[in-house]
């Protein structure tokens, strides 16, 4: 009878305690069939867009919106007192367009006949729903670059000479909007501006807010009025404050496409991810940026 018998004490295979003692090299290690994923940023910006024009809608390269210029006192429609029998004075409105060009934007991983048939997984499919979230982060970013063109396309830059943020650049970005007839629905945060909110006195103090559920609930919400998202793909000491209702637009000419094929010389299978697409400020009035430092 063997004087050993088989255990399992812990002690790696390769580990220079391993061997007769505890028999561990033949002891299986279990590789668990699934990929635990990487922290993802939650992306929701998209859901802000004024408006979304699909494949349908453009026919061609571009696609051309013509759009009514703002109003002000040189371009709008204006309405005369007449006196009897008079001439009514001629007067028209201003008109402009705005122009989408959907750029492609692609990604390709290459994987092994070898490794589709030894992986535990669908190494395929899995780097297929990878690039989904890669594409929809892409589209995050260029929406962010869109509100930077739209706030300084505006003047509405709202400078912070302080390191932090103060209720007087929210209020200031909000009177930006208003002074041009649009509503702040939004407020698109960094993570440095969310902790400045948060430390706001006027948010956190209970003795001037009448409660302690500052300190118990998550503080960022909505302040005046205004949806308060927090965005990774914001700078952290940047904000905007927006009319999501014509902040920016999404023309889309080719949704994310994902295909397959197959390279036999090198017996490797492909995952090629396309989209076509452009993002635009849709009315620059819509949106204020205000820098911390």
Do not use: C
Not at 139 to 166: F, K, M, P, Y
Request: net charge negative; aromatic share 6%; glycine share 6%.
């Amino acid at each position: 009878m063997p004087s050993n018998i088989l255990g399992t004490d812990g002690a790696d295979f390769a580990s220079s305690t391993a061997g007769s003692s505890t028999m561990s090299s033949l002891v299986p290690r279990r590789l668990l069939p699934e990929v635990i994923n990487a922290v993802r940023k939650k992306l929701v910006l998209r859901g802000l867009a004024a408006r979304v024009f699909g494949p349908g809608a453009i026919p061609g390269r571009t696609l051309v919106v013509p759009m009514q210029s703002e109003l002000t006192a040189n371009n709008s429609m204006r309405v005369s007192q007449v006196s009897e029998a008079g001439e009514i004075p001629l007067t028209q409105s201003a008109f402009e367009n705005l122009t989408f060009t959907p750029v492609k934007y692609g990604a390709r991983v290459a994987v092994t006949r070898e490794l589709q048939e030894d992986a535990m997984l669908d190494v395929a499919a899995y780097h297929a729903e990878l690039a989904g979230y890669e594409f929809a982060d892409n589209t995050e970013s260029l929406i962010v670059s869109a509100l930077d063109t739209a706030s300084s396309g505006a003047s509405h830059d709202v400078a912070n000479s302080n390191a932090t943020l103060t209720l007087t650049d929210i209020t200031e970005a909000m009177q930006n909007l208003e002074a041009d007839n649009y509503e702040p629905t939004h407020m698109v945060i960094g993570v440095a501006v969310a902790n400045d909110i948060r430390l706001i006195d006027s948010f956190n103090e209970a003795d001037k807010t009448g409660t302690t559920s500052a300190v118990t609930h998550r503080l960022i919400g909505t302040i005046y009025g205004m949806k308060v998202i927090v965005s990774n793909n914001v700078s952290s000491v940047l904000a905007y404050v927006i009319d999501a209702r014509h902040a920016f637009a999404i023309a889309e000419k080719r949704p994310i496409t994902i295909e397959r094929y197959s390279d036999y010389a090198r017996d490797t299978g492909y995952v090629v991810v396309t989209q076509r697409i452009a993002v635009n400020a849709w009315r620059n009035n819509a949106v204020s940026e205000i820098t911390t430092t």
